[in-house]
């Protein structure tokens, strides 16, 4: 398998860095689907090649753009990430606590939604794309990876949070909430401290 230049990064390094950048979309895949009672194949399915499709193009953004944006971006990357998972997390947790009778689930797969959080998990993957611009690497099979690792690591978030979801309830969008928040606030203090 010959992913990479010699004397660069090898096959297990990319696929170790494209489940670290996986993390956020596993976590946000499992959050969103804690609460629900059933999740239907197309939604995961457009989530998860949603969230993969950025993974794999973000690096390719980042490789080529170079310093030049990078560095215009990289003084507030992480505040608009945080802005976005805390923004769908609090209207998670306030829904589950402000519900009555019908309780409307949100829904991940709605556009505008699906889209801002496909960006808020791959601002980390521009930056390592940055990074693939300084090594020997093929941009093209390093990026694919990337994004099928994340493909895949969003299917078994969504399959989890479901059985996680069915064992805790009803309150179970409020933990959903907190994880996003928590994600977010993870970001932002990974950047600022």
């Known amino acids: 398998m010959a992913y990479l230049d010699s004397g660069s990064l090898n096959t297990l390094s990319v696929l170790l ?56 971006i990289a003084g507030y990357d992480h505040w608009v990430a945080f802005a976005l998972l805390a923004l769908v997390g609090s209207r998670m947790v306030w829904e589950s606590t402000h519900s009555r009778g019908s309780h409307k689930k949100i829904d991940i797969s709605k556009t505008y939604l699906l889209l801002a959080l496909s960006v808020a998990t791959s601002i980390d993957a521009l930056a390592v ?52 928040i928590s994600i977010g606030l993870r970001v932002l203090l990974s950047h600022i401290l």
Not at 27 to 50: D, N, Q
Not at 136 to 149: E, F, Q, R
């Open 17 to 72: 860095i494209a489940l670290g950048l996986s993390a956020d979309c596993f976590a946000i895949a499992l959050g969103i689907s804690v609460p629900m009672r059933t999740i239907s194949f197309v939604p995961v399915l457009r989530t998860s090649l949603a969230f993969g499709a950025f993974q794999a193009l973000m690096p390719v953004l980042g490789w080529l753009a170079g310093r030049t944006v990078i560095d215009l």
């Open 129 to 180: 794309g940055l990074t693939f611009a300084f090594l020997k690497v093929n941009i093209g099979l390093v990026s694919l990876t990337i994004g099928m690792v994340a493909l895949a690591i969003t299917s078994v978030g969504f399959l989890l949070g479901r059985k996680v979801g069915e064992i805790s309830g009803k309150r179970a969008e409020i933990v959903g909430g907190i994880i996003l």
